[in-house]
């Protein structure tokens, strides 16, 4: 069966299926804003769940399987953007050279999804907004995992009312010291293991969103910004040799359009996020490297490494 990524590559914009796959490619990118990471949302998440309680099962999956969309989409963008040749630099632009926030994200929560089939495209704020969210949330549950090892490997010194903080908020059995010492250390492996997923899907959103944001940069700050020429200003189009239905031929950059995206990349790539995201990559190795052979390859589930668990 075909995936999405498959589509892009078997269907040129000048065949017959483009009407189609144009439509299809702005359904994906319309859900982009919706799948942003946000603590808020799973905050809500939680306390829409019957105790309130992060931990229940049915919290974890929810949020496991936000961050496996999410990636799923950040690919599909990626896999449009990305150059099939030997250059590999960007062939595509997919998202505007601006920093506003997509009208979106701020409306997931209401459940008002905007026109999907809109030409509005989306905007490189989206990305970013990703980008920085994941950033933080990596730092933020890097150190629930760090706490939670730690109190796995001091388990055994526990007394039993120690335990009952990690066992499931239903459990009404009166348990032996030794069974309790069990049930805490199986709730407390399984929360592990979530919780290195949930860092693992947060990596690559990461590393993907890096990747989206240098390409189109590579391209809006290199090839788009207008020359002088004889004395003559002239401005290319975003479009202009990039044979894609995504690319509007509305779209046109300007110098004022370059220097404000440079002006709030500039703020937000401050020395605080730029030292956030150096211990994040020194920290734990990348689990998709930028240069993967085969990056159309779906990702439902980015594996785990060879004894990560």
């Known amino acids: 069966m075909l995936q999405f990524s498959d589509v892009w590559l078997?269907?040129?914009?000048?065949?017959?299926?483009?009407?189609?796959?144009?439509?299809?490619q702005q359904l994906m990118l319309a859900l982009f804003p919706f799948f942003v990471v946000s603590q808020t949302l799973f905050q809500e998440l939680s306390g829409a769940q019957e105790g309130g309680d992060a931990h229940n099962s049915e919290v974890v999956k929810s949020v496991l399987w936000f961050f496996r969309i999410a990636c799923n989409l950040v690919l599909f963008a990626r896999n449009i953007v990305a150059s099939q040749g030997v250059d590999h630099r960007a062939t595509r632009v997919i998202f505007k050279p601006t920093l506003g926030e997509s009208r979106t994200v701020e409306r997931r929560f209401r459940g008002e999804f905007?026109?999907?089939?809109?030409?509005?495209?989306?905007?490189?704020?989206?990305v970013v907004k990703q980008l920085v969210q994941c950033v933080d949330h990596h730092?933020?549950?890097?150190?629930?995992?760090?706490?939670?090892?730690?109190?796995?490997?001091?388990?055994p010194s526990m007394n039993a009312t120690e335990m009952k903080e990690f066992l499931p908020e239903a459990t009404t059995k009166t348990y032996t010291l030794v069974e309790t010492c069990a049930l805490a250390e199986q709730q407390l492996e399984s929360r592990i293991i979530n919780k290195k997923q949930e860092l693992q899907h947060c990596m690559y959103l990461i590393e993907n969103c890096l990747y989206l944001?240098?390409?189109?940069?590579?391209?809006?700050?290199?090839?788009?910004?207008?020359?002088?020429?004889?004395?003559?200003?002239?401005?290319?189009?975003?479009?202009?040799?990039?044979?894609?239905?995504?690319?509007?031929?509305?779209?046109?950059v300007t110098m004022e359009d370059i220097s404000a995206l440079k002006q709030g990349l500039v703020t937000m790539f401050?020395?605080?996020?730029?030292?956030?995201?150096?211990?994040?990559?020194?920290?734990?190795?990348?689990?998709?490297?930028?240069?993967?052979?085969?990056?159309?390859?779906?990702?439902?589930?980015?594996?785990?490494?060879?004894?990560?668990?």
């Open 10 to 24: 078997v269907c040129e914009p000048e065949s017959a299926g483009a009407t189609q796959l144009h439509r299809m």
């Open 114 to 126: 905007h026109n999907s089939g809109s030409s509005e495209p989306p905007n490189l704020g989206v």
């Open 139 to 155: 730092i933020r549950e890097k150190a629930s995992l760090e706490f939670l090892c730690r109190k796995l490997a001091f388990l």
């Open 213 to 252: 944001l240098w390409s189109h940069l590579d391209y809006y700050m290199l090839r788009a910004i207008p020359r002088t020429k004889f004395g003559l200003s002239y401005a290319k189009s975003v479009s202009e040799g990039y044979a894609t239905p995504l690319t509007e031929s509305a779209w046109k």
């Open 270 to 309: 401050n020395d605080s996020f730029s030292k956030k995201l150096l211990d994040i990559a020194q920290g734990e190795p990348p689990l998709v490297p930028l240069t993967h052979p085969h990056p159309t390859k779906k990702i439902l589930d980015p594996p785990l490494k060879k004894g990560s668990q």
